[in-house]
DNA sequence: GTATAGTTCTGTATCGGTAAAGGTAGTCGC
DNA sequence: GCGACTACCTTTACCGATACAGAACTATAC
C-alpha cells in the first residue's frame, strides 16, 4: 500500500492535484465547499499533510534558521548567557513563524536545511562557516571578528574592556593580571587601552574549563593586586581561589569579570554587563532582514550592530592595597 | 544565469548526473580520478553542494530533531534544568549526526521537516504534538503524562514528591502547605502519599512567573509550618517571602523544592534532585532506537524510562516549631 | 578461453509538492 | 448584449536530488 500523497486524494476526488495542494495551504483559492469534501477524503485516506521536505523543495524555504556553534551544545545551553540570547534568539524569530535549528559542529552543517544563519562566536574560518557561505545562506556573525561580507552583531567588548581597567587603575591598582582565553581579541585590546602603559601578566584560561591550578599559581606567583577576567564565570574561580589563599577580596585582591552572568550580583563581582537579549532580538531582526531581501531586492542590507556595554562596580573591586601600588 | 545543479555539471563532463551525485555522496562509487575532476568542474561552475530540501525529499530523511515546547523558548532555555536537559539530548544526538530544531508554540509543527520529536512537558492534547502524531513522526515524550503508544521518558516525581513529604512528616510537621500549578499531577500526587492523611494546604502558583502575592497570603493567612513546592523556582520565591515576613527557615518554616536546581544548593534549600543530563540521554536514545526502527523493522521498540531521584536535605528544613505541631 | 567476481558508471523511476498562467462560467453595469 | 470582473478550478512546468538495477569493462583463476 502506497503512501497518501496529494494526487491520491485528487484522484479519489477527480479533481486536480493543485487543487488539493490548495486545500490545504491557501484555502482561499477554492470554494468552501469542495474543500471541506477535500479534507475529509484526506482523512479518510489517513493523508498525513504536505509534506515538508516536498514543500520546501518547491518553495525553496525551510521554516528554520540554524545556530553554528563549534562548542558542544551543551556548553552553549548550560551557560545562562548564551542560552539567554539563543532564547531570545527564538523568541523573536518565532514571531515570523521560523523555527531554529542548532547545529553541534558534529553535524554537516550543508546537509541541514536552513534558510538563514547564525553564526555564534564561532572562529571565521571554521569549517561550518564557510560551508554555509558557500551554499549562499545569509549569514549574521554574532561575537565575531568577520570582516567578510555578512552582518555583524557584536557588543562593544572593547569599550566596557577599557572602562574596567580604567576602573582598576582609578583605584590605584599597579600590578594587574589578565585572564584571557587567548593572544588577541577585543576584550584584551580594550584592557591594555585602559590599563595605559602598565604592563599587565598575561594568563590564559579555558572559558568553559576548570583553571584552578593556572589560577593558583598566578595568584601566589605574581602576586598580581587586581585581575581582569574574559568572564564572570573565570572571574567566580578567582574568587574561589582568593578564599582558599586567604587572601581578601577586594582589601587585598579585586576582581573584575565580564558579562554580568547571574552568578555575579550573588558574588558581589564587578563586572562589565551586556544585554544578550538585546543581542538576540538584534540578531534575529538582522536574519529578517536578509531573508526579506530574498523576495524583495530593495529592502536595504542591514546593517552592523554593536550594542552598549555598561561597568557595574559590586563589591570585589577596591582601593589597591598601601604600598603594593607597583609593578613587582 | 539558472542556477548549478549535479546536472549541469554532469552535462559539463558528458557523465551521468548519478556519477556526479556520487562524487559528492558515496565517493566509494567512482574512481578518485573522476571524481577530482567532477569536483574541480563544480568549483568552477560555483555548485553549492547538493541541495538538503532535495536530498531530504529523495532520501526520506532530514537530519533535524524536533523539539516541542508549549511556552515561549525563552522560558526553556532561561531555566537551568530545562537547558541542561536539552543540551544533554543535543549533545547525545549530535554523536549520530543530527541537529536539533526547537519548535515555538507559534511554529507550525507539521511545516518542519523532522525525523523525529521529542514533546518536552506539553499537554498531550497539545496541538502540535497532534499534528506530529499525524505525520507519523516517532515521537518520545518527556515529562508528560501520555498513555499513547510513544515512548516516554520520566522521572520518578511521585516517588520523589513522597519522599519529600515524608521527610516533612518526620520532623514533625502537620500544617504543611504544598504549591503546585495544577490541580493534579505526579508531584501532588506523591506529596499526598507522603502526608499519609494530614490534609494540606493547597496553594496554585505559575511555574514561570512571580508568585510573591500569592504565597504571601498563604503564609500570612494559614500559617503553615513547612510548604512543599513543586520546583525550586517556587521555592526559591517562598524563601524570599519568608526573608521579609521575618521568619525563620527552618525554626519557623521551613520549606522543601523540587528539581535540585543550581540555586538550591546556594539558598541551602531541602529538595527532590533529579538528573536533567540523564534524561537528555534517555530520550535521545529512545529516538535513536525509534529511527533504528524504519530501517529496521526487528529493532526493538524503546521502552519507557523512569529516572529515580534523590532527597536531598539541606538547610531548609528542620524540625516543626514547638506547639505548633497541630493543623490549625 | 571461459566462468567468477569486482569496479565503475549509466538509465530509469521516483520523491511530493508549489508557482504562475490559463480556462470557463456566472455576474454586474450600462 | 457585450466587455470586464470575479470566483473557481486545471494545465503545464518545474524544484534538485537519490535508489536501485543493470551494463560495460577489467582482472583473476583454472
Chains 1, 2 share one sequence.
Not at 129 to 143: C, F, N, Y
Request: with cysteine; aromatic share 4%.
Amino acid at each position: 500500500m502506497s503512501r497518501v500523497t496529494l494526487q491520491s486524494i485528487a484522484d479519489r476526488l477527480g479533481v486536480s492535484r493543485m487543487t488539493v495542494s490548495n486545500a490545504f495551504s491557501r484555502p482561499d483559492q477554492l470554494s468552501a465547499e469542495l474543500r471541506a469534501s477535500i479534507l475529509t477524503v484526506a482523512e479518510e485516506l489517513g493523508y498525513r499533510g504536505p509534506d515538508p521536505a516536498a514543500r520546501s523543495l518547491a518553495t525553496g524555504t525551510s521554516g528554520a534558521i540554524g545556530v553554528l556553534w563549534t562548542e558542544p551544545l551543551r556548553l552553549a545551553l548550560s551557560d545562562a548567557v548564551t542560552a539567554r540570547f539563543l532564547g531570545a534568539v527564538a523568541d523573536e524569530l518565532s514571531a515570523d513563524g521560523l523555527a531554529l535549528t542548532m547545529l553541534p559542529p558534529t553535524v554537516p552543517a550543508h546537509d541541514v536545511a536552513m534558510d538563514g544563519a547564525i553564526a555564534y562566536s564561532c572562529a571565521a574560518d571554521a569549517a561550518p562557516v564557510e560551508w554555509l557561505r558557500r551554499r549562499g545562506v545569509p549569514i549574521v556573525a554574532v561575537d565575531m571578528a568577520w570582516a567578510d561580507s555578512s552582518v555583524r552583531v557584536t557588543i562593544d567588548d572593547r569599550g566596557g574592556a577599557r572602562r574596567a581597567a580604567e576602573h582598576l587603575v582609578e583605584w590605584g591598582h599597579r600590578r594587574i593580571a589578565v585572564l584571557t582565553p587567548q593572544p588577541g581579541g577585543e576584550r584584551l585590546a580594550g584592557w591594555l587601552e585602559g590599563l595605559a602603559g602598565i604592563k599587565p601578566v598575561v594568563g590564559f584560561v579555558d572559558i568553559f574549563g576548570d583553571n584552578r591550578t593556572a589560577i593558583l599559581d598566578l595568584l601566589r606567583r605574581r602576586r598580581p593586586t587586581a585581575v581582569l577576567c574574559a568572564s564572570d564565570l573565570v572571574a567566580a574561580q578567582v574568587l574561589a581561589v582568593a578564599g582558599e589563599l586567604g587572601l581578601g577580596v577586594p582589601e587585598e585582591l579585586s576582581v573584575v569579570g565580564f558579562d554580568d552572568h547571574p552568578v555575579a550580583a550573588g558574588l558581589g563581582l564587578t563586572t562589565v554587563r551586556q544585554d544578550p537579549d538585546a543581542k538576540g532580538r538584534a540578531a534575529a531582526q538582522a536574519i529578517r532582514q536578509l531573508l526579506a531581501r530574498r523576495t524583495d531586492p530593495d529592502a536595504g542590507a542591514p546593517s552592523d550592530v554593536e550594542l552598549p556595554v555598561e561597568l557595574v562596580v559590586r563589591q570585589s573591586t577596591g582601593t589597591a592595597p598601601a604600598g603594593e601600588g607597583t609593578p613587582g
